[in-house]
């Protein structure tokens, strides 16, 4: 079995900071990419960034500048830092990761459960 965990949201006012981390665990043989999705009420889920297993990174547009994302490959972890946050950056935001488990034959996508991040006016 393998599972993403998060954790690190919360609510926080404009401006300011929060940094998630999502840490994979399980019976796991590898990790592709890794990468944060947000999904605000009423919305379709959207790609927040990626990042591969040698460290090149994507960002969407409404983030860029604002957000890093990073990983340790040896703790099976992704973290998302977000600075300058914005009211409109509040979302679900939610781990993925392409990852190869004992037993199959190919990588799959995992999501993990979502952690809250509100930011406030």
């Known amino acids: 079995q393998v599972q993403l965990v998060e954790s690190g949201g919360g609510l926080v006012q404009a401006g300011g900071s929060l940094r998630l981390s999502c840490a994979a665990s399980g019976s796991i043989i590898s990790i592709n990419a890794m990468g944060w999705y947000r999904q605000a009420p009423g919305k379709q889920r959207e790609l927040v960034a990626t990042?591969?297993?040698?460290?090149?990174?994507n960002y969407a547009d409404s983030v860029k500048g604002r957000f890093t994302i990073s990983r340790d490959n040896a703790k099976n972890t992704v973290y998302l830092q977000m600075n300058s946050l914005k009211p409109e950056d509040t979302a679900e935001y939610f781990c993925n990761a392409e990852m190869l488990r004992t037993c199959a034959y190919r990588t799959l996508p995992y999501w993990g459960q979502g952690t809250q991040v509100t930011v406030s006016s």
């Open positions: 990042i591969t297993s040698g460290g090149s990174t």
